[in-house]
């Protein structure tokens, strides 16, 4: 049973533009959505994390949306650059272990 | 400095021979995940730990075993009866309960040939 799903698998963005990625989830007993950067060969990196009483948080140029009724909650990238060519995961926790359950992941390709 | 040190970073095995990967921290955390990812694929997590001398099974924890005898250490061993260990194997630490954030060693490849 996938408990988080993540969209598009992959994406191709101009340098500049905007990388828009979605997550779903289905347990309601989660209480932490973060989201992780990996480069090849390298472990994934936290990059910024929500919990569901706000709507958004934002730090530099990444947000985090996030709609509790909808159960789904998004990662945009703002004035992309090709240093943020990497694969991201989506991930939420509860409390059961705190352990973390990930989407599939997205390759973000950001072009010249 | 701190962090979380996987051995080795490369690991060939031949098939029917178990092999164990290391993961030490040394950031004080209390638990400790070990996580499976196939390429192109998300992770997968195999067995995690919150004290030391307890673990639990994750998702995928067949054909592979965990110890935990100190807070710093959590070995993951491969056994010969994982049907499709080649893969990269992460490890990651958390701090106690008061702390969410999840961090990532830079984990193991390793090859069954």
């Known amino acids: 049973q996938q408990q988080v799903k993540q969209s598009p698998q992959s994406l191709i963005v101009q340098k500049g533009g905007i990388s828009i990625i979605n997550c779903a989830y289905e347990?309601?007993?989660?209480?932490?959505f973060p989201w992780y950067q990996q480069f090849p060969g390298k472990g994934p990196a936290l990059l910024i994390a929500?919990?569901?009483?706000?709507s958004e948080k934002k730090e530099g140029r990444f947000t985090i949306s996030f709609n509790k009724s909808a159960k789904q909650f998004s990662l945009h990238i703002m004035d992309s650059q090709p240093g943020d060519s990497a694969t991201y995961f989506c991930?939420?926790?509860?409390?059961?272990?705190?352990?973390?359950?990930f989407g599939g992941g997205t390759r973000v390709l950001v072009k010249p | 400095d701190g962090g979380i040190t996987q051995s080795p970073k490369y690991l060939f095995r031949k098939e029917g021979q178990n092999v164990t990967l290391s993961c030490e921290q040394n950031?004080?955390?209390?638990?400790m995940y070990w996580y499976r990812q196939d390429p192109g694929q998300g992770l997968r997590l195999i067995y995690y730990?919150?004290?030391?001398?307890?673990?639990q099974k994750g998702d995928i924890a067949e054909g592979y075993s965990v110890s935990r005898e100190k807070k710093e250490s959590f070995p993951l061993t491969v056994t010969s009866a994982q049907k499709n260990p080649t893969a990269f194997y992460l490890c990651?630490?958390?701090?106690?309960?008061?702390?969410?954030?999840?961090?990532f060693g830079e984990g193991s490849w390793l090859t069954v040939v």
């Open positions: 990651a630490s958390r701090r106690g309960s008061s702390g969410n954030t999840i961090y």
């Open positions: 347990n309601t007993a989660f209480d932490y």
């Open positions: 929500i919990r569901p009483d706000v």
């Open positions: 991930a939420a926790s509860g409390a059961a272990g705190n352990k973390l359950t």
């Open positions: 950031l004080n955390h209390d638990a």
């Open positions: 730990s919150q004290i030391v001398n307890d673990f």
